[in-house]
T-cell receptor
Framework: DAKTTQPPSMDCAEGRAANLPCNHS???????VYWYRQIHSQGPQYIIH???NNETNEMASLIITEDRKSSTLILPHATLRDTAVYYC??????????????FGKGITLSVRP | GAVVSQHPSRVICKSGTSVKIECRSL??????MFWYRQFPKQSLMLMAT?????????EQGVEKDKFLINHASLTLSTLTVTSAHPEDSSFYIC?????????FGQGTRLTVV
């Protein structure tokens, strides 16, 4: 079972920030928070990950609460191409069999013109 | 990011025949690869963990004799769906594990008629 819970869907206006929440209250100390997204009929795409500090890259920002029980993925200026299912996943960093990803239902983000 | 190439992207086969899906890591070596299956409007479900040079590890409920996995090199893993039936029609996705994040193939849409 997935160790995260996300709302089923949300929408935002094009050009505005999209804030996608995720709860992971049972996260372990060595587990990172990963975000992936899946555009219809494609393989998932890596977005960002973090342990406890906030992270930012060219795609998004990740804000993790101090107690690490929840996080928010921020797409600063959403475009129509950001419409996708976004998955929040917790797992240890690194390689090997323990690096498998357990996908929940994700949150469907719809960006409207 | 790293590239995982999956072929074919789409295949239609007759019931009772076998289909092979290839997954290649193009610019990194993947000791571990993962195979997922996704039915319409559902999330990705892990089928098996493919380990280079050894037998794959299958998730509970996945028939190892039906879904044959071979991981003969650090850049290639194959999934063969043997004696395919209409209920095997699904979207199959592979991923290769990089040092910090997983990279996914484009997926293979299998339709068994």
């Amino acid at each position: 079972d997935a160790k995260t819970t996300q709302p089923p869907s949300m929408d935002c206006a094009e050009g505005r920030a999209a804030n996608l929440p995720c709860n992971h209250s049972t996260i372990s100390g060595n587990e990172y928070v990963y975000w992936y997204r899946q555009i219809h009929s494609q393989g998932p795409q890596y977005i960002i990950h973090g342990l406890k500090n906030n992270e930012t890259n060219e795609m998004a920002s990740l804000i993790i609460t101090e107690d690490r029980k929840s996080s928010t993925l921020i797409l600063p200026h959403a475009t129509l191409r950001d419409t996708a299912v976004y998955y929040c996943i917790v797992r240890p960093e690194g390689t090997g069999a323990n690096s498998k990803l357990t996908f929940g239902k994700g949150i469907t983000l719809s960006v409207r013109p | 990011g790293a590239v995982v190439s999956q072929h074919p992207s789409r295949v239609i086969c007759k019931s009772g025949t076998s289909v092979k899906i290839e997954c290649r890591s193009l610019d990194f070596q993947a000791t571990t690869m993962f195979w997922y299956r996704q039915f319409p409007k559902q999330s990705l479900m892990l089928m098996a963990t493919s380990n280079e040079g050894s037998k794959a590890t299958y998730e509970q409920g996945v028939e190892k004799d039906k879904f044959l996995i071979n991981h003969a090199s650090l850049t290639l893993s194959t999934l063969t769906v043997t004696s395919a039936h209409p209920e095997d029609s699904s979207f199959y996705i592979c991923s290769g594990q990089g040092f910090t994040e997983a990279f996914f193939g484009q997926g293979t849409r299998l339709t068994v008629v």
